[in-house]
T-cell receptor, first 113, second 112 residues
């Protein structure tokens, strides 16, 4: 039982390049999330998916797109990376059991030059 | 708009001492979560508080929730070095989603 997995762990991009961050969970959770973490700002929600086929914007969605490929996988795409998107990205998932507690992946450290 | 404030932001404390971290939030909610994050690592769930008056304890940490005061506390008893980490509270939005709003975190350092 791996929980929430993310790839890659580290990535360096040049301004304007695109990339997709992958996330998968094996806990049969309906809800999945993408957050970014910046120093001194805690975690901010980028996008959220309540179930397969549905997505919703969070606090900071600009510059990102998401795909809920199936119940297990939720990907985050940067179409044209900007230095302001340098951050640590966390994926999380939650289910109705246990009070909707969110479980986090190990994170992706992204640097945009 | 729900805002979540933690204080203090930084806490340096001696081993064996007690202290409390506070988490205030601006609008009504009935679910609050505490997480721990070690440097360079992911977030680990500590407590899930689901009702007014809820109290949970694990080892030297105890969390409580007062939904009327919109306040949660994380109390540390007889701190040890292993508790050094950043602690986040997160409050659930009452909009029929599972979205959370996180506080900015409290960085705790325990020294001998």
């Amino acid at each position: 039982n791996a929980g929430v997995t993310q790839t890659p762990k580290f990535q360096v991009l040049k301004t304007g390049q695109s990339m997709t961050l992958q996330c998968a969970q094996d806990m049969n959770h309906n809800s999945m999330y993408w957050y970014r973490q910046d120093p001194g700002m805690g975690l901010r929600l980028i996008y959220y998916s309540a179930s397969e086929g549905t997505t919703d914007k969070g606090e900071v969605p600009n510059g990102y797109n998401v795909s809920r490929l199936n119940k297990r996988e939720f990907s985050l795409r940067l179409e044209s990376a900007a230095p302001s998107q340098t951050s640590v990205y966390f994926c999380a998932s939650s289910g109705r059991e246990g009070g909707n507690e969110q479980f986090f992946g190990p994170g992706t450290r992204l640097t945009v030059l | 708009e729900l805002k979540v404030e933690q204080n203090p932001l930084f806490l340096s404390m001696q081993e064996g001492k007690n202290y409390t971290i506070y988490c205030n939030y601006s609008t009504t909610s009935d679910r609050l979560y505490w997480y721990r994050q070690d440097p360079g690592k992911s977030l680990e769930s500590l407590f899930v508080l689901l009702s007014n008056g809820a109290v949970k304890q694990e080892g030297r940490l105890m969390a409580s929730l007062d939904t009327k005061a919109r306040l949660s506390t994380l109390h540390i008893t007889a701190a040890v070095h292993d508790l050094s980490a950043t602690y986040f509270c997160a409050v659930a939005l009452l909009d029929n989603t599972d979205k959370l709003i996180f506080g900015t975190g409290t960085r705790l350092q325990v020294f001998p």
